[in-house]
């Protein structure tokens, strides 16, 4: 077997190319010979949306897997890389410098390669295939020891299909949502938090020139947390999450209320998942096999819902993806190296089925069991939303 991970003869997939790569296997040591060290190998790849702070647990991974003895590979566009061939690339210290400050992910990520509901294209369209047998066929002929996703719910969900499949898998959470469970915080929501907290600042500023109700709708699929965190950090009057269903009448009043304390603009923050009482969350593309809906106009919807009960003008800014790109925040960087360095060492120790995890300031593992299927949300009477209410800002429902 070469060491080249883009040559394609070493394609588990193409029968024709195996025998080869079989004879070029060392033979196995005579008796006398001293045990050769067990060949360590990982493979990492980032998988789901980017978040900010992904390059930077590969540069901490790679380089503390390396102090370590292994050798590690990096799967691209998260696990399409271990479906597709040649899509595997080699890491070591060279690829990984210069990276810590970029954005985005240096394997790529995909939210569509899903091992086990794989899209493949037809005369007819698209079919949905299992392709997990394949991807555990690929990791052995790499000879590959543990597979490390950097990723959020669904990756880890994938992590464990594959670790249940014999894959000694590790995972990195990461969402810049922050809704992942068994972790206090994933990388790429700091970044995400500043990001909003800056717009939600420069939109005080037109709101107040031309008074006017100023609705910022930010990510957030789920759960509520960039927006309570960004909306209290700037100030928002009225902070809409998935976890408190709103009554429209309660965000008029507030309106209302500051028109006649000489307040006359108002800032909205809602996430992109808050649905007023009884109503669904706003989609622009409904969900389908193999594809979450696409979330999109909570913020027009609630513009819409008040134009006719309020008199000030409305306007809706999306931040949209404009909170998963640029620079990491410190913080990110500095989560990122710390999961990213540690992944590397349960890699080292043989660990398996493990994430790794944020517990009161220090960095843990947990199972991934905990973590599958389960979801970190907003306690919407927890100290934070108390916070915000005794601040004066609106919740769009009474306490709870
Ligand atoms: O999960 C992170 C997230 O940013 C969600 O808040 C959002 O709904 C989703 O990703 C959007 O993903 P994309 O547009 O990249 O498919």
Excluded at 96 to 102: A, F, K
Aim: charge should be negative.
């Amino acid at each position: 077997m070469t060491d080249d991970p883009n040559d394609e003869s070493q394609d588990p997939t193409d029968d024709e190319e195996q025998a080869p790569r079989l004879t070029l296997m060392a033979p196995p040591p005579d008796d006398d010979a001293p045990a050769p060290a067990p060949t360590r190998r990982a493979c990492i790849l980032t998988a789901g949306g980017d978040a900010p702070g992904l390059n930077a647990v590969l540069r901490a991974f790679v380089k503390r897997a390396t102090s370590l003895g292994l050798e590690v590979f990096g799967s691209q566009d998260g696990f399409d890389g271990l479906v597709r061939p040649g899509r595997m690339v080699r890491l070591d210290n060279d690829s990984v410098r210069g990276i810590l400050m970029r954005g985005g992910s240096i394997l790529g990520c995909s939210n569509r390669a899903n091992p086990f509901s794989y899209p493949v294209r037809t005369a007819t369209g698209e079919e949905l295939c299992d392709k997990s047998d394949e991807v555990v066929e690929r990791i052995a002929s790499f000879e590959i020891d543990v597979l490390v996703v950097v990723g959020g719910d669904g990756t880890m969900h994938m992590g464990k299909g594959l670790a249940d499949k014999g894959i000694r898998v590790i995972g990195v959470p990461k969402t810049i949502d922050n809704d992942l469970a068994a972790t206090d915080s994933t990388f790429g929501f700091d970044s995400a938090v500043h990001v909003a907290t800056w717009a939600i600042d420069n939109l005080h500023a037109t709101a107040e020139a031309h008074d006017r109700v100023q609705i910022v709708e930010l990510m957030g699929r789920y759960a509520g947390w960039i927006t309570l965190h960004a909306g209290i950090a700037g100030g928002a009057d009225v902070i809409l999450i998935p976890e408190i269903p709103y009554e429209i009448e309660r965000v008029v009043q507030k309106i209302h209320d500051r028109g006649t304390h000489d307040e006359s603009f108002t800032i909205i923050a809602v996430s992109e998942g808050a649905a007023p009482a009884g109503g669904g969350t706003a989609e622009i593309a409904a969900a389908k096999p193999g594809h979450l809906a696409r979330l999109g106009g909570a913020g027009q919807r609630l513009a819409d819902a008040l134009k006719d009960k309020c008199d000030h003008e409305i306007r809706v800014t999306v931040l949209g993806h404009l909170q998963r790109g640029g620079s990491p925040s410190a913080f990110d960087r500095l989560l990122g190296s710390r999961f990213g360095a540690r992944a590397a060492e349960l890699c080292s120790e043989g660990a398996s089925n493990r994430m790794v995890s944020l517990r009161n300031g220090s960095v843990t593992d947990v199972p991934l069991a905990d973590v599958v299927g389960k979801m970190r949300r907003v306690d919407p009477s927890g100290e934070l939303v108390r916070v915000a209410r005794s601040l004066g800002v609106e919740m769009g429902t009474g306490s709870t």
